[in-house]
């Protein structure tokens, strides 16, 4: 038992020194850190195995110590999301709120048509490999949000870097992003219970889900009391792990019954009143430490998919249907909301960030049998891309269609 401990000790260190290696490459490289995590994250586990071997890694991560590192993953997801969906609720979107729903529409419903279009060639051209198993309408289903989804947490990042974040283009995109993650969360939990294929099994995972939220209503209340409240404020750490713990016992046990545990960290996010911010500060820091573990762990799974089944051709189909319908989306959306053309075209390349939201709808349906290996790599390949895109794409309209800043959004004629 202690020798199991210090190997998940050894392994959690270099998991987060790969983060920390991220962060820094990304500085350098003068992108945002968390790209960096993201990418030298996914990176660590196939360049060890392409060096040592699988043998020699196996020996050196064995199959008990990757389990605990997936748990620890998880957890870290769950506190993660807890603070993002929070962070979502409070969002104020009253001075864009006539222009989002344009970039939502766009920006949401295109890349969910282009993600059907994905899944019908799958399915009409034979790819038995990559359809897998899953109902018909679950895999659609699936296949059309894992398109539509923006990483909100990954933009906010971006636009802190950039201090683009108070401009009419970054508050239009960041609101649109948390209610096209939203949408996208409502879509995921459809597929996932349509992947029960039967009636029974869908009424099912739609009872867990009502009862998880009617659970979700009944936290809100006992937090929002005064003693809950006080609590909160005279000792925000000790509140912060009462709330981390409850939201994972919340995540394990809706997954357990058959759902993704991604709901009830999304459920716990939005039970937790204002008053909790400080310990949700907290929460969403812890989680936020531990995500390299996440991608290193993705990194590993996405090793141990067949990559020659994969084949470049829904891999390239993927990223060009993933670009073309969210960076048009969010274009077309922005000029329908009275934005000018160099605001539409930055919230048009704003939202195309994907980034690890994506990874962890994809991790989703990877467990959930939605997604087969090959299919699995060929999204991770076009979540990365099309987030590392983001940069040279802000930076090419910085050049061609330069815009004047300003400090809220402004209607503009077309």
């Known amino acids: 038992m202690g020798l199991h401990l210090v190997h998940v000790l050894a392994a959690l260190v270099v998991a987060l020194a790969a983060g920390w290696l991220g962060r820094t ?10 790209i960096g995590e993201i990418v030298v994250g996914l990176l660590a586990g196939p360049l060890v195995i392409a060096i040592l071997g699988r043998p020699a890694f196996d020996l050196l991560l064995p199959a008990g110590v990757f389990g605990t590192l997936k748990t620890i993953a998880e957890a870290a997801l769950v506190l993660f999301l807890v603070g993002v969906t929070h962070e979502m609720r409070l969002g104020d979107i009253r001075a864009v709120r006539g222009a989002i729903a344009w970039v939502f529409a766009g920006a949401f419903v295109l890349p969910m048509l282009a993600g059907a279009a994905l899944a019908a060639w799958i399915v ?7 359809r897998g198993d ?22 906010a990042r971006i636009l802190a870097d950039h201090r683009t974040g108070a401009t009419a283009e970054g508050r239009l995109a960041l609101s649109s992003a948390m209610v096209i993650d939203i949408a996208g969360w409502l879509v995921l939990s459809v597929a996932i219970a349509l992947n029960a294929g039967s009636v029974t099994g869908f009424l099912r995972a739609m009872g867990v889900f009502a009862g998880a939220a009617v659970v979700a209503l009944v936290i809100r209340r006992l937090l929002a009391t005064s003693a809950a409240a006080t609590l909160a404020e005279r000792s925000p750490v000790g509140a912060a792990v009462l709330l981390g713990v409850l939201a994972i016992a919340i995540a394990l046990t809706i997954e357990r019954l058959g759902l993704t545990a991604i709901f009830g960290a999304v ?24 995500a390299p573990v996440f991608f290193v762990v993705t990194g590993i799974g996405v090793v141990a998919t067949p990559a020659a089944a994969t084949g470049w051709a829904v891999i390239v189909l993927a990223i060009l249907l993933g670009t073309v319908s969210k960076v048009g989306g969010g274009y077309l959306g922005a000029r329908l909301g009275r934005q000018s053309r160099p605001v539409a075209a930055r919230v048009g390349v704003y939202v195309n960030t994907r980034g690890m939201t994506e990874l962890i709808v994809l991790q989703a349906g990877l467990k959930a049998g939605l997604l087969t290996g090959p299919l699995f790599l060929a999204l991770v390949v076009m979540a990365v891309v099309t987030t590392l895109a983001t940069g040279p794409g802000l930076a090419l309209l910085d050049k061609v269609l330069p815009v004047q800043r300003s400090r809220r959004p402004t209607s503009q004629p077309r």
């Open 124 to 130: 009409l051209s034979g790819h038995g490999t990559l």
């Open 25 to 34: 490459l990304a500085r350098l490289c003068r992108q945002p850190s968390v």
């Open 134 to 155: 899953a109902p018909g309408p679950a895999f659609f289903v699936y296949l059309m949000v894992a398109l539509a989804i923006t990483a909100v947490p990954v933009l």
């Open 267 to 290: 459920l716990t996010g939005l039970a937790v009143p204002v008053s909790w911010g400080r310990a949700v500060t907290y929460v969403r820091g812890a989680g936020l430490a531990l």
